[in-house]
């Protein structure tokens, strides 16, 4: 017995010296991701939403925890926002620019937390084609997933992909509520001596936007906010070229926001645009109540259970969303609601409550932050930079970087986006639209190239980004920086298109 303890004791001390932290030291980690929600659908975050109170409990966590007030994605789709969050790599070194699978091998964040002593799941929405193999359990939405009495694949006897499982009932069963049921009972069935690592990640509010049946009514009586450049343009987008993208009223004839909402096609453009955006913002925030009433059931039983306070919860989203403003809905655009995403961070052991952050974050930092979160240094090949020191009240770095990089790659394929590239410092914003579909896994065959051309926004100056200024003398040589720390960042990077040289082409043709 005394040489067993001395051994135990030896273990301990090696685990210590090599700088891990001992199982039973180290927090659980609840990483809770949606799929389309947009940072000003988050109270937390402010603006034209924030009254009518759209996410209590997010906003609890919020106030309890660290706000990351610009946080953005670098590819806004689904499939490469979720590529990234596992790889820590940018989309054109991950090889997942749009619906293309992620090879297993890339699946590094649950892979190196199973290795460090974790318990692994993924429950909810996957969309990556391959099985997600290296969590030592899965639930997961088939393809897509849908939004009532979802089909799921669960890790069992049989081999991926037909370890199915098909949840039906007289009452049909949303896929919120089946996400939050078996992660619940993978909580309360899973290894209690180990810590764990979760990713809940639910299918809302990703269009067609279908909540549940008890939230039918939620906002009726309300007239939504809208955003003023639902109705007015302004300066925005190209002047002298189609405005690109599917919209909320007639703008796109064969696809618009009131083709989903089964708005009245004799109404008039004004009319039509009113009842279609009521209906669209209607559907989309009783979605997001839905995750926001399943997650407080989550925090629940985690408080019930003891588990709360020694648990990191993380709360983000795969990319923002266009809820009318531009008259554009969906995602893919580089314009603000699209770009940003809210990312809350919930510790009070470590990290001090109401704190805001300001520094650039992308979401390649996820990996690594969750990483070092567990004790786990990050990979050589992992792209992003852990921002944990900062979640921690420290002060951003002195090498932090100064603008975030971006790169939309599915040209012209189902809502109209041209594919584009860009620049985001904390009050600039610079566009180049190359619209050109290259050889993008999933792009329409239709898609035809798009004139080349840029957009430039003084975001401190207009946030909204209602006047595009690239041809304005007076920001000529802010305009020439930024191009010139674009084509720097690309570079570090990796991403310069040596096979594609027709990009880079456009970029001189236009950038004179």
Request: charge should be positive.
């Amino acid at each position: 017995m005394r040489d067993l303890l001395t051994r135990w004791w030896l273990v301990l001390v090696l685990l210590a010296v090599i700088g891990l932290p001992v199982a039973a030291d180290r927090p659980n980690i609840l990483f809770l991701y949606s799929d389309d929600h947009a940072a000003h659908a988050v109270g937390a975050y402010g603006g034209r939403l924030a009254g009518l109170n759209p996410t209590p409990t997010i906003d609890k966590l919020a106030a309890e925890g660290v706000v990351l007030t610009n946080a953005f994605c670098t590819n806004s789709i689904c499939t490469p926002a979720r590529a990234t969050i596992l790889t820590g790599q940018y989309s054109h070194v991950n090889g997942v620019l749009a619906f293309d699978a992620l090879s297993p091998d890339k699946h590094a964040l649950p892979r190196l937390m199973g290795e460090a002593g974790y318990q692994t799941a993924v429950i909810g929405k996957w969309h990556l084609k391959v099985e997600p193999r290296a969590f030592d359990y899965y639930a997961v939405l088939a393809g897509q997933g849908s939004y009532f009495n979802p089909i799921l694949r669960v890790r069992g006897d049989k081999p991926w992909p037909e370890n199915i499982v098909q949840r039906t009932g007289y009452n049909s069963l949303h896929s919120s509520d089946v996400v939050r049921t078996h992660a619940l009972g993978w909580l309360k069935k899973r290894d209690k001596k180990k810590p764990f690592f979760l990713m809940c990640q639910f299918k809302a509010p990703h269009d067609n936007f279908e909540n549940a049946e008890r939230y039918d009514f939620l906002f009726d009586d309300i007239d939504i906010p809208e955003p003023v450049s639902l109705r007015k343009r302004g300066n925005h987008g190209p002047a002298d070229k189609p405005l690109y993208g599917t919209s909320v009223g007639k703008r796109t004839k064969w696809r618009n926001m009131g083709h989903h909402m089964f708005v009245d096609r004799e109404l008039d453009e004004d009319a039509y645009k009113t009842e279609s955006y009521q209906r669209y913002l209607k559907k989309y925030l009783r979605c997001v109540r839905g995750i926001d009433d399943n997650i407080k059931r989550i925090l629940d039983e985690l408080k019930k259970t003891g588990q709360l306070d020694n648990t990191i919860i993380v709360y983000s989203s795969d990319q923002g969303f266009m809820l009318g403003e531009h008259d554009y809905i969906d995602k893919r655009w580089m314009y603000e609601e699209s770009l940003r995403i809210p990312l809350i961070v919930r510790y009070p052991k470590a990290y001090k409550a109401g704190h805001k952050i300001d520094a650039i974050i992308n979401n390649p930092d996820v990996a690594p932050t969750l990483l070092a979160m567990a004790g786990i240094e990050t990979p050589g090949d992992m792209q992003g930079r852990s921002f944990e020191s900062m979640l921690k009240g420290e002060a951003t770095p002195a090498d932090w970087r100064i603008a975030t990089y971006y790169r939309y790659y599915l040209h012209m394929t189902h809502h109209d986006n041209p594919a584009h590239m860009g620049i985001r410092t904390k009050d600039k914003k610079l566009i180049f639209f190359y619209g050109l579909k290259l050889d993008v896994q999933g792009a329409s065959r239709k898609a035809k190239p798009t004139e080349p051309y840029w957009e430039f926004y003084d975001l401190a100056k207009d946030p909204h980004e209602m006047d595009n200024r690239i041809n304005d003398p007076a920001y000529a040589q802010t305009i020439a920086d930024l191009r010139k720390q674009l084509k720097q960042l690309r570079k570090e990077l990796g991403d310069t298109d040596e096979k594609h040289p027709q990009v880079m082409g456009r970029w001189e043709q236009t950038a004179e």
